[in-house]
């Protein structure tokens, strides 16, 4: 039994370029457990249109496995997806696929974003989203579809078209809660954040404060997933009522 991670070691795939997942899943890591991340090397690519995004996807596609298997020799007890986009990519059925893909090469369980936000939005019997991303128009297109393809429907997007894969966390709360006041309306019953390297963690936690409704943050959503299909129960405050309730 390993020493720290006595409960469960969890493999964390993030992309090189990604420097917010490694500091929000610490944050909401519990005693016994512990995050051993995997980087897939991707270049910061401009990211100005549709052709650009693609791209990164293609990238991110091209290096995972690489990085799928380094991180298999720590021998982890099960898998996290610390990437959304792709998790999204060409509906339902293929986010289903990629997972039985990324099961079957570790043999080991997985949580992946656009799952995990699906199991979030059942606990709140919510069916219409507001979604805030940080892509270009294609991810958010993607992202839309999968969601109408789980049975919900998606009034707003907002989508911040950030330059580069890095400079997506350079986004800051300010921004992201003028985002949340703007999408928000009488029509939603709660408000999604897709994109990894957007911290939005505890700032989600606050927006549920003053709207009243669930702010669900992508990566609150997977940590939450993951320790809940591990049997981890712990319920602390910080970072919305997924964790405090759920």
Request: aromatic letters at 8%; one cysteine or more; a negative charge.
């Amino acid at each position: 039994m390993d020493a720290l991670g006595y409960r469960s070691k969890f493999a964390v795939l993030v992309p090189s370029t990604n420097t917010t997942v490694q500091a929000e899943f610490d944050d909401m890591r519990v005693r016994g457990v512990t995050n051993h991340l995997t980087r897939i090397a991707i270049p910061n690519i401009p990211l100005h249109n549709d052709d650009d995004f693609n791209r990164l996807i293609d990238l991110i596609e091209e290096a995972q496995e690489d990085a799928i298997k380094r991180v298999m020799s720590c021998e982890p007890d099960y898998f996290v997806m610390g990437i959304s986009a792709e998790t999204f990519w060409n509906g339902l059925e293929a986010s289903t696929r990629l997972k039985k893909q990324v099961m079957e090469m570790t043999g080991l369980g997985v949580a992946m974003g656009s799952e995990a936000c699906q199991e979030a939005l059942q606990k709140f019997n919510a069916k219409k989203l507001a979604i805030i991303t940080p892509y270009q128009p294609v991810g958010d297109r993607n992202v839309v579809r999968f969601f109408n393809e789980c049975g919900f429907e998606v009034p707003r997007i907002t989508g911040l078209r950030c330059e580069s894969p890095v400079r997506i966390a350079h986004v800051q709360p300010e921004t992201l809660i003028n985002e949340i006041k703007a999408i928000d309306g009488d029509d939603i019953d709660a408000i999604v954040q897709v994109g990894t390297n957007l911290s939005m963690a505890r700032v989600a936690a606050v927006a549920e404060e003053f709207l009243g409704k669930p702010v669900i943050a992508i990566n609150s959503a997977i940590y939450w997933h993951a320790l809940r299909q591990n049997g981890i129960n712990d319920q602390f405050d910080g970072f919305g009522q997924l964790f405090s309730k759920y």
